[in-house]
């Protein structure tokens, strides 16, 4: 069985005071409702758990009934951090899952093909990631003001989501880092401390997250091509 969980249950401080970026209006659905029917319509996902803040399962709900969402869910409560979110998740998933697809919710436009090719990745490495090479020239800085040296590009990599596993490897990865005190924002960061390879997946098709208000443009632009 494969499931998707889907992480709904940050705040969003870099959009601005007072806005909830993931019921943004976008291309005439909230953010979280597009990325929901991603994983909706992706025919190799059985069920989705959505990891919600308290107080917002009302609102889920609604979502679900509004854009007549199909597969079976359910509506987990966040944690202090992301990685607390996706444990709560993990817990709720079905007896019978053996993959699972971790999905930022503020992540729309991923589509059917990197969710299906993720899912092949992790069944046979174990961890898969979604991700694109940097094109760009990356500099470290200290201090936000000064250049210390230049990366090599030709080793870097933006990862997104989805971060796909065997269900198995991921809770024993994430326990891990549960054990050692380590606050992670990257589910595939728990794969390092327990030696797990992740196999990195290329995104053929432009996979941006909304994180700041300049994001919403692009992402409009790119769910308007998709129809």
Not at 55 to 76: C, I, M, S, W
Not at 97 to 123: F, K
Request: glycine share 6%; with cysteine; proline share 5%.
């Amino acid at each position: 069985m494969v499931s998707a969980l889907i992480v709904a249950a940050g705040k969003g401080i870099r959009m601005g005071p007072g806005i909830d970026k993931l019921f943004l209006q976008v291309n005439g659905s909230p953010v979280v409702a597009h990325t929901w029917r991603r994983f909706d319509c992706a025919k190799v996902i059985e069920e989705i758990v959505l990891v919600v803040r308290e107080g917002t399962e009302a609102a889920f709900n609604d979502l679900a009934a509004r854009f007549h969402f199909q597969k079976p869910y359910r509506l987990v409560a966040g944690g202090k951090e992301r990685q607390d979110s996706v444990w709560n998740g993990l817990r709720a998933l079905a007896p019978a899952a053996e993959v699972v697809a971790i999905q930022d919710a503020a992540r729309p436009c991923t589509s059917e093909a990197i969710i299906g090719q993720t899912i092949i990745a992790a069944r046979r490495m174990g961890a898969a990631v979604a991700a694109q090479p940097v094109t760009d020239t990356i500099k470290e800085s200290a201090d936000g003001r000064r250049i210390e040296r230049t990366l090599d590009r030709s080793r870097l990599w933006a990862v997104q989501t989805p971060q796909t596993f065997r269900v198995e490897i991921i809770r024993r990865a994430l326990a891990q880092a549960r054990q050692n005190g380590l606050v992670l924002t990257d589910d595939t960061a728990a794969c390092e401390l327990i030696g797990q390879p992740v196999e990195l997946v290329v995104s053929a098709e432009p996979n941006p997250k909304v994180t700041r208000p300049e994001d919403v443009p692009l992402v409009e632009m790119l769910l308007s091509r998709r129809g």
